[in-house]
């Protein structure tokens, strides 16, 4: 699955969770218009090429080639869009190939089917295209965004696709148990709410660096009643709303022993990473000498050895 993958540039906003205190619901009188629908930011990448000889990128992590003359498309998945607003759409490319000449690259960009943009660079260096989607061009559930190396430069172009992300007008509603949104304009947000909420945040960072990690705020003055939750919402803030239904539940397990401190436990390698990634980490043991890996990793099996020999790779 490409969302909210493993990065942290411009996060998904989609399905929170959250646990925490209880708001206390109360009525509050609002003078102020309605803000604006809500707007959620959607980032996608897959870092599937690793580029040493892109120095300067910002990411040598890439996601997909495009040669001179290459297509490709990459299906995404939306949720709660507000299709009848316009949305926007940032990719991020690198460019691969230099020639000398002032353009290299030239490529389309294509949402479901219509060109919406076209980036001219030169060089290796990112380019990031911006782009106006008009109401009714998202879909809810899958989209396609295609890109094409038009080759026409006149020389080799190479470009890669570091990641794209969408932003769009979100329809507002806490039926899944939970809803984030950033509202652009100050006023009473309004959400409907078939059960009230156990807990209003406000997810903003604090200070001008916005990065404050600590900042988010328990909001108590809101009101929930006949089926929807109301609030006052400032311009640029984020929100987060959940109800009963869309906390983590509670889990209780046993601590499981350990062989931390055991003098069995020799390894020529230690790796701390969930157990999942064993499989990955195999290739980083060299042969042909017979080595021990040991996997120190998250969750329940929280330690593993496991040994790489000519035979392969197997747990201990
Ligand atoms: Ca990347």
Redesign the pocket.
């Known amino acids: 699955m490409i969302r909210s993958s493993s990065?942290s540039r411009y996060r998904s906003t989609a399905t929170p969770t959250a646990t925490g205190s209880v708001g206390r619901a109360r009525a509050t009188a609002y003078h102020t218009g309605p803000a604006a629908s809500p707007t959620v930011a959607v980032s996608f990448?897959?870092?599937r090429f690793y580029q040493p000889g892109l120095l300067d990128a910002p990411?040598p992590?890439?996601?997909e080639a495009l040669a001179s003359g290459a297509v490709r498309a990459k299906s995404f998945s939306l949720a709660g869009v507000d299709t009848s607003r316009a949305a926007e759409l940032e990719v991020f490319l690198q460019g691969a190939s230099e020639s000398g000449q002032p353009i290299d690259h030239h490529l389309t960009v294509s949402v479901n089917g219509v060109l919406v943009g076209e980036a001219r660079f030169a060089a290796k260096q990112p380019y990031r295209l911006s782009a106006s989607l008009p109401p009714s061009l998202l879909r809810e559930g899958v989209n396609e965004l295609s890109l094409a190396n038009v080759a026409d430069t006149g020389v080799t172009s190479m470009v890669f696709l570091?990641?794209f992300a969408v932003s769009h007008s979100q329809v507002a509603s806490l039926a899944s148990g939970s809803f984030e949104g950033l509202w652009s304009e100050s006023g009473t947000a309004t959400l409907p709410a078939p059960v009230a909420p156990v807990a209003l945040l406000d997810l903003t960072p604090a200070g001008p660096s916005g990065a404050v990690p600590d900042a988010l705020r328990w909001l108590g003055g809101y009101e929930a009643a006949g089926g929807w939750l109301r609030f006052r919402a400032e311009a640029g803030h984020r929100y987060l709303a959940v109800t009963e239904s869309g906390l983590a539940p509670l889990r209780v397990a046993a601590p499981f022993p350990s062989t931390l401190r055991s003098a069995q436990s020799q390894a020529d390698y230690i790796l701390i990473a969930p157990r999942a990634f064993l499989a990955a980490a195999e290739p980083l043991v060299p042969l042909p000498e017979p080595a021990t890996l040991f996997l120190l990793g998250f969750g329940v099996a929280a330690v593993t050895l496991a040994s790489r020999s000519r035979k392969g790779f197997r747990l201990i």
């Open positions: 990065y990448e897959t870092n990411d992590w890439l996601w570091d990641r």
